[in-house]
Nanobody, 127 residues
C-alpha cells in the first residue's frame, strides 16, 4: 500500500502564500489521479485541485487563478502552491490518489474515487 504524508501548512495573513507538499512512500504510476482536498470544521470535505491520469491539472472554481498543483516525479512529491490566500481557505488540507475508469473530468472531485489519503496539514489564513 502507498503512504502519503503532507507538510507545509501553517498560519499566514490574507494575501500571503504557502506551498504544501505531499510525499508518497512509493511511486504512483501514471494511471493514478492525484489530488488535493480540504475540510473546514463543520463542513464537508471539498475537492481543491487534481492532476488527472492524463496529466492534466484542473481546479475548483474557488481556487482557480490562485492555486497551482504540480508534481516532481523524481522526488515522488505532489505540490500545491497557494497564493493570494483568503480566510475562507482555512482548512485541513489532504492529498489523495486513486485510479478508476472511465476517467471523466466530472468524476475527479468525488472523494470516493481515491484509495490513498494523507493525514492532513492545517492551513490557517487570518484577515
Amino acid at each position: 500500500q502507498v503512504q502519503l504524508v503532507e507538510s507545509g501548512g501553517g498560519s499566514v495573513q490574507a494575501g500571503g502564500s504557502l506551498r504544501l507538499s505531499c510525499v508518497a512512500s512509493g511511486y504512483i504510476d501514471s494511471t493514478y489521479c492525484i489530488a488535493w482536498f480540504r475540510q473546514a470544521p463543520e463542513k464537508q470535505r471539498e475537492w481543491v485541485a487534481a492532476i488527472t491520469s492524463g496529466g492534466i491539472p484542473i481546479y475548483a472554481d474557488s481556487v482557480k487563478g490562485r492555486f497551482t498543483i504540480s508534481k516532481d516525479n523524481a522526488k515522488n512529491t505532489l505540490y500545491l502552491q497557494m497564493n493570494s490566500l483568503k480566510p475562507e481557505d482555512t482548512a485541513m488540507y489532504y492529498c489523495a490518489a486513486g485510479r478508476w475508469s472511465p476517467h471523466y473530468y466530472y468524476t475527479v472531485p468525488d472523494p470516493m474515487k481515491y484509495n490513498y489519503w494523507g493525514q492532513g496539514t492545517q492551513v490557517t489564513v487570518s484577515s
